[in-house]
T-cell receptor, first 115, second 111 residues
Framework: EAGVVQSPRYKIIEKKQPVAFWCNPI?????LYWYLQNLGQGPELLIR????????DSQLPKDRFSAERLKGVDSTLKIQPAELGDSAVYLC?????????????FGPGTRLTVL | GQNIDQPTEMTATEGAIVQINCTYQ??????LFWYQQHAGEAPTFLSY????GLEEKGRFSSFLSRSKGYSYLLLKELQMKDSASYLC????????????FGIGTKLQVIP
């Protein structure tokens, strides 16, 4: 069974440029998460989807960040415009479904560097 | 909000036993996870505790005391490959259960 797939693995951009990250969760997993992880810190939730519905986006900086999960499968996270402080690893995770105890399965992450 | 505290770094010797502690303060507690994260890699699930007591899984065990807001991860017979960060994460109940991660404990295993 394939794991959570993310692309790109690495991205280097200049500040004020847009950037997008893509995630394909494990097949059949209804719940999808986007996390931000800074060096030496734990993952911080940005947004959580149950199928195509964003059920928790309270930590998403909506002035510059957006996300979508059309059709409730793969998802895209966008930053526009990027700032220096956005440099971090962006992790995508999935779990089987709402209401169950679900361990999260993480993708390898996208390491973003904003210059 | 939630407060999750764990040591930032620990060092232990190959073959030894190490205990990584995690304390938390939260309302609506519904369980605690431990994840392992090797440098530059994604976190991987180790354990989940919701009831008080010890859960053993091979060389790794996890303990929970709900009344004390305390958990620990016990690693036995340490191997060099156990060098990684260990993340404590608290599950909060609600319509959509929410997981909050601690900062992680970076464990270095030395020969």
């Amino acid at each position: 069974e394939a794991g959570v797939v993310q692309s790109p693995r690495y991205k280097i951009i200049e500040k004020k440029q847009p950037v997008a990250f893509w995630c394909n969760p494990i097949s059949g997993h209804n719940t999808l998460y986007w996390y931000l992880q800074n060096l030496g810190q734990g993952p911080e939730l940005l947004i959580r989807y149950e199928n195509e519905e964003a059920v928790d986006d309270s930590q998403l900086p909506k002035d510059r960040f957006s996300a979508e999960r059309l059709k409730g499968v793969d998802s895209t996270l966008k930053i526009q415009p990027a700032e220096l402080g956005d440099s971090a690893v962006y992790l995508c995770a999935s779990s089987p479904g709402m209401g169950e105890l679900n361990e999260q399965f993480f993708g390898p992450g996208t390491r973003l560097t904003v210059l | 909000g939630q407060n999750i505290d764990q040591p930032t770094e620990m060092t232990a010797t190959e073959g030894a036993i190490v205990q990584i502690n995690c304390t938390y303060q939260t309302s609506g507690f519904n369980g605690l996870f431990w994840y392992q994260q090797h440098a530059g890699e994604a976190p991987t699930f180790l354990s989940y505790n919701v009831l008080d007591g010890l859960e053993e899984k091979g060389r790794f065990s996890s303990f929970l005391s709900r009344s004390k807001g305390y958990s620990y991860l016990l690693l036995k017979e340490l191997q060099m490959k156990d060098s990684a960060s260990y993340l404590c994460a608290v599950l909060k109940s609600g319509g959509y259960q929410k997981v909050t991660f601690g900062i992680g404990t970076k464990l270095q295993v030395i020969p």
